[in-house]
């Protein structure tokens, strides 16, 4: 408990920050923009605490930004990568690319992202970058825009506070590795913008070869949520071996 009034605490020195830089005072002291910061700090320092197995060869992998951790012991030059939500930042895909010579299958809801990825791949025929939302079925897809400046990120689970919404097409993992011909997708990066609790429990990750599975885990499921889709991983063989801010997490297949 006392964690969570010190969470608490931090959630309205941010907002008070916030407000004396904004003229918009009132609406950015509201109780429901107060209690979303509080769930969401709550929520990242709980998770960031999850036990995790030692795991030989860890290495960090892309910018501060797009940075995520990797067994890199265990990744094979042969491997097909799927890195599912690239937003504006490919570094980590690259870096694959880069140290370990594998495929990377680069994804975004975001068609101005997809071309980003692209120009910023400069010709590398290792990468391919695609217009899809990862979803729990196919069919189009109703996503929410952020409302935060500088960013084009999108959602289909209500993470942003806007009411401006884009509607694109969406794909389930099982039809994008069809289409594209894929036998496995031995690597598995998926940042969805809070989809993950829809989508995870549709997903079959042994069946897609998933050998390592990386995941960023949003608040709007809160803890639990978090910790059954967390649970269910581990049921399916997957040992989470790192956790970086802000919740991103890898899993390793035993």
Same mark, same amino acid.
């Given at each position: 408990?006392?964690?969570? %009034?010190?969470?608490?605490?931090?959630?309205?020195?941010?907002?008070?920050?916030?407000?004396?830089?904004?003229?918009?005072?009132?609406? %950015?002291? &509201?109780?429901?923009?107060?209690?979303?910061?509080?769930?969401?700090?709550?929520?990242?320092?709980?998770?960031?605490?999850?036990?995790?197995?030692?795991?030989?060869?860890?290495?960090?992998?892309?910018?501060?930004?797009?940075?995520?951790?990797?067994?890199?012991?265990?990744?094979?030059?042969?491997?097909?990568?799927?890195?599912?939500?690239?937003?504006?930042?490919?570094?980590?895909?690259?870096?694959?690319?880069?140290?370990?010579?594998?495929?990377?299958?680069?994804?975004?809801?975001?068609?101005?992202?997809?071309?980003?990825?692209? /120009?910023?791949?400069?010709?590398?025929?290792?990468?391919?970058?695609?217009?899809?939302?990862?979803?729990?079925?196919?069919?189009?897809?109703?996503?929410?825009?952020?409302?935060?400046?500088?960013?084009?990120? !999108?959602?289909?689970?209500?993470?942003?506070?806007?009411?401006?919404?884009?509607?694109?097409?969406? /794909?389930?993992?099982?039809?994008?590795?069809?289409?594209?011909?894929?036998?496995?997708?031995?690597?598995?990066?998926?940042?969805?913008?809070? &989809?993950?609790?829809? !989508?995870?429990? +549709?997903?079959?990750?042994?069946?897609?070869?998933?050998?390592?599975?990386?995941?960023?885990?949003?608040?709007?499921?809160?803890?639990?949520?978090?910790? /059954? %889709?967390?649970?269910? %991983?581990?049921? +399916?063989?997957?040992?989470?071996?790192?956790?970086?801010?802000?919740?991103?997490?890898?899993?390793?297949?035993?």
């Amino acid at each position: 408990m006392t964690e969570y %009034l010190q969470a608490l605490e931090q959630g309205r020195h941010l907002l008070s920050q916030e407000a004396a830089m904004a003229p918009t005072l009132s609406k %950015l002291m &509201s109780p429901a923009k107060v209690s979303n910061a509080v769930r969401r700090r709550w929520f990242e320092r709980t998770l960031e605490r999850t036990p995790l197995t030692p795991c030989a060869g860890l290495v960090g992998l892309g910018s501060d930004y797009g940075s995520w951790v990797a067994p890199g012991e265990a990744i094979e030059s042969s491997w097909t990568c799927y890195s599912v939500g690239a937003g504006g930042d490919i570094t980590f895909d690259l870096e694959l690319i880069r140290r370990y010579g594998v495929h990377v299958r680069s994804f975004d809801a975001v068609e101005g992202y997809v071309e980003d990825a692209r /120009r910023e791949a400069d010709g590398e025929p290792r990468l391919s970058a695609h217009h899809a939302a990862i979803a729990a079925a196919d069919g189009p897809i109703r996503m929410q825009v952020t409302q935060h400046p500088g960013s084009r990120s !999108v959602s289909a689970a209500g993470l942003y506070d806007s009411e401006s919404y884009v509607e694109v097409p969406g /794909r389930t993992l099982q039809t994008l590795r069809r289409e594209l011909g894929d036998e496995r997708i031995e690597l598995l990066k998926l940042d969805i913008e809070g &989809s993950e609790y829809e !989508v995870l429990p +549709q997903v079959d990750l042994r069946d897609l070869g998933v050998r390592v599975f990386l995941a960023q885990f949003h608040h709007i499921g809160g803890v639990r949520g978090a910790r /059954r %889709l967390i649970a269910e %991983l581990e049921s +399916q063989g997957y040992r989470p071996v790192a956790c970086i801010p802000a919740v991103k997490m890898t899993f390793l297949r035993a």
